[in-house]
């Protein structure tokens, strides 16, 4: 017989009275937030689609922006932070005819006026429009003002508007494969940028403003 005061128990008894329960294991519940959510739901559409296209233009056409309170909200956003954003008196949003313009300001005279076209803009997008059209009003005051630098440095205008946007980091550098007249090259951006560090003063007469340099 044994001395043990446990002898009388069978196991299952023993396990039922004596045994410490094994706690049930919770596992932590995983919260998904929306952006992953809808990241999840973009890679389903896309595969059921056969495609990485449909991801990418259904992300787009989620962040866009369509109305035209919330286009402008962002132009002058971009406006605001810009280093030639004071050359701008407004932006306004319209529609604009031709297709292939996404933006305009006016000149002869310049009144500073933004004009954006009223359609789904990506943000980025048009942060380098808002970008580039600060640097066709950056062109009006350089050859509206007694400057001894030439005018753009011989760049076209759509070039030097676009090395703007490059030089605000909105916009990447060309290759030389693009066929556009919006397009900057490297050495497009290069006298873009000599131009502007020989500006000692800009004047914008839109404005009633000059403003020192450097």
Same mark, same amino acid.
């Given at each position: 017989?044994?001395?043990? $005061?446990?002898?009388?128990?069978?196991?299952?008894?023993?396990?039922?009275?004596?045994?410490?329960?094994?706690? *049930?294991?919770?596992?932590?519940?995983?919260?998904?937030?929306?952006?992953?959510?809808?990241?999840?739901?973009? &890679?389903?559409?896309?595969?059921?689609?056969?495609?990485?296209?449909?991801?990418?233009?259904?992300?787009?056409?989620?962040?866009?922006?369509?109305?035209?309170?919330?286009?402008?909200?962002?132009?002058?956003?971009?406006?605001?932070?810009?280093?030639?954003?004071?050359?701008?008196?407004?932006?306004?949003?319209?529609?604009? $005819?031709?297709?292939?313009?996404?933006?305009? &300001?006016?000149?002869? $005279?310049?009144?500073?006026?933004?004009?954006?076209?009223?359609?789904?803009?990506?943000? *980025?997008?048009?942060?380098?429009?808002?970008?580039?059209?600060?640097?066709?009003?950056?062109?009006?005051?350089?050859?509206?003002?007694?400057?001894?630098?030439?005018?753009?440095?011989?760049?076209?205008?759509?070039?030097?508007?676009?090395?703007?946007?490059?030089?605000?980091?909105?916009?990447?550098?060309?290759?030389?494969?693009? *066929?556009?007249?919006?397009?900057?090259?490297?050495?497009?951006?290069?006298?873009?940028?000599? &131009?502007?560090?020989?500006?000692?003063? &800009?004047?914008? *007469?839109?404005?009633?403003?000059?403003?020192?340099?450097?």
């Amino acid at each position: 017989m044994s001395d043990s $005061p446990f002898a009388d128990f069978t196991e299952e008894e023993f396990d039922e009275y004596f045994a410490t329960p094994i706690p *049930e294991h919770r596992f932590r519940r995983f919260r998904v937030n929306g952006w992953m959510k809808l990241l999840g739901l973009l &890679v389903a559409v896309g595969l059921m689609a056969g495609s990485v296209t449909v991801i990418v233009d259904q992300f787009r056409n989620f962040r866009s922006l369509n109305e035209a309170g919330e286009i402008r909200d962002r132009a002058l956003e971009r406006i605001e932070v810009s280093q030639w954003g004071w050359l701008a008196t407004d932006v306004r949003i319209d529609s604009i $005819p031709e297709p292939e313009i996404g933006g305009r &300001v006016l000149n002869n $005279p310049p009144d500073g006026v933004v004009f954006v076209d009223l359609r789904a803009w990506d943000p *980025e997008r048009l942060d380098a429009l808002v970008d580039h059209e600060l640097g066709h009003l950056l062109d009006f005051a350089i050859s509206s003002s007694d400057q001894v630098t030439p005018r753009r440095g011989g760049l076209e205008s759509e070039a030097w508007a676009e090395c703007a946007a490059v030089a605000a980091e909105t916009r990447r550098v060309d290759t030389s494969t693009v *066929e556009s007249e919006y397009h900057c090259y490297d050495e497009e951006l290069t006298t873009f940028v000599d &131009v502007v560090g020989d500006l000692t003063e &800009v004047c914008a *007469e839109w404005v009633g403003e000059c403003r020192q340099l450097g």
